[in-house]
Nanobody, 126 residues
């Protein structure tokens, strides 16, 4: 069975860093796009970024230059390194696996992702 287990969230001060991990199992990890989304209270789920299996990465404008996505296919894990965190980054962060057919032009579309992790809370205080 496909499983995505997210960890690494917490409470940090503005300007600090956190790294989230998404450990995957139940599929050939290297064949799939792995994305990060976030959802703040009262808001819709928002695209953060995605890493294709071939290494191409797309970021949302709101996090470019501050967040970095990487993946270790040997360990079946995708990471989200978050630097210079701001209170506006406070949200529940989710990882997601793309479908067998994946169009990176629609990376921000939640419908492109078949499986989702449980999410982890990131809270940034001012």
């Amino acid at each position: 069975q496909v499983q995505l287990v997210v960890s690494g969230g917490g409470l940090v001060q503005a300007g600090s860093s956190l790294t989230l991990s998404c450990a995957a199992s139940g599929f050939t990890f290297g064949n799939y796009a792995m994305a990060w989304f976030r959802q703040a209270p009262g808001k819709e789920r928002e695209f953060v970024g995605v890493s294709r299996a071939n290494g191409r990465i797309v970021y949302a404008d709101s996090v470019k230059g501050r967040f970095t996505i990487s993946r270790d296919n040997a360990e079946n894990t995708v990471y989200l390194q978050m630097d210079s965190l701001e209170p506006e980054d406070t949200a529940v962060y989710y990882c997601a696996r793309g479908g067998i057919v994946y169009d990176i032009a629609r990376a921000q579309d939640t419908r492109m992702y078949q499986y989702w992790g449980q999410g982890t809370q990131v809270t940034v205080s001012s």
